[in-house]
């Protein structure tokens, strides 16, 4: 399962990089069109994915949120990322997080990358994480 995530590499990022367009689109209000046919770019590129493949995706999103402490401040919006120590390694860091989504469907799986609103920067940490 490391290896494939480490093959997907690119293509995480290809869907980090589409997020960010999305989002500089949206802060630069280039018009509701732009950013659908972004978004559709985006759809298009996780349903183009293959089940297993969708699966590594999920598993680094939830390292990535779930590896790492947050500290949310009660005032305002600011969540703090604590770099908490990780015992594992990358292997069983993705078998421990996987254990639950391989009972999902290949919908299940797209439909939860597609519609989760923090997948750039879950990816990210975790690829970071996962060293890839």
């Given at each position: 399962?490391?290896?494939?995530?480490?093959?997907?590499?690119?293509?995480?990022?290809?869907?980090?990089?589409?997020?960010?367009?999305?989002?500089?689109?949206?802060?630069?209000?280039?018009?509701?069109?732009?950013?659908?046919?972004?978004?559709?770019?985006?759809?298009?590129?996780?349903?183009?994915?293959?089940?297993?493949?969708?699966?590594?995706?999920?598993?680094?999103?939830?390292?990535?949120?779930?590896?790492?402490?947050?500290?949310?401040?009660?005032?305002?919006?600011?969540?703090?990322?604590?770099?908490?120590?990780?015992?594992?390694?990358?292997?069983?860091?993705?078998?421990?997080?996987?254990h639950?989504?391989?009972?999902?469907?290949?919908?299940?799986?797209?439909?939860?990358?597609?519609?989760?609103?923090?997948?750039?920067?879950?990816?990210?940490?975790?690829?970071?994480?996962?060293k890839?």
């Open positions: 399962m490391y290896s494939l995530a480490k093959q997907l590499a690119g293509r995480m990022k290809a869907i980090m990089d589409i997020e960010s367009e999305i989002a500089e689109a949206e802060r630069n209000q280039q018009g509701e069109e732009f950013v659908r046919d972004l978004e559709q770019k985006r759809s298009e590129l996780i349903k183009n994915f293959t089940r297993d493949e969708l699966l590594v995706i999920t598993t680094v999103m939830e390292v990535g949120q779930s590896e790492r402490g947050y500290r949310h401040y009660f005032d305002s919006d600011d969540v703090e990322l604590i770099y908490l120590p990780i015992e594992l390694n990358e292997h069983e860091l993705m078998k421990k997080y996987s639950f989504l391989v009972h999902k469907t290949k919908q299940e799986l797209a439909d939860g990358i597609e519609y989760h609103t923090l997948v750039s920067s879950f990816l990210k940490e975790g690829m970071e994480i996962l890839i």
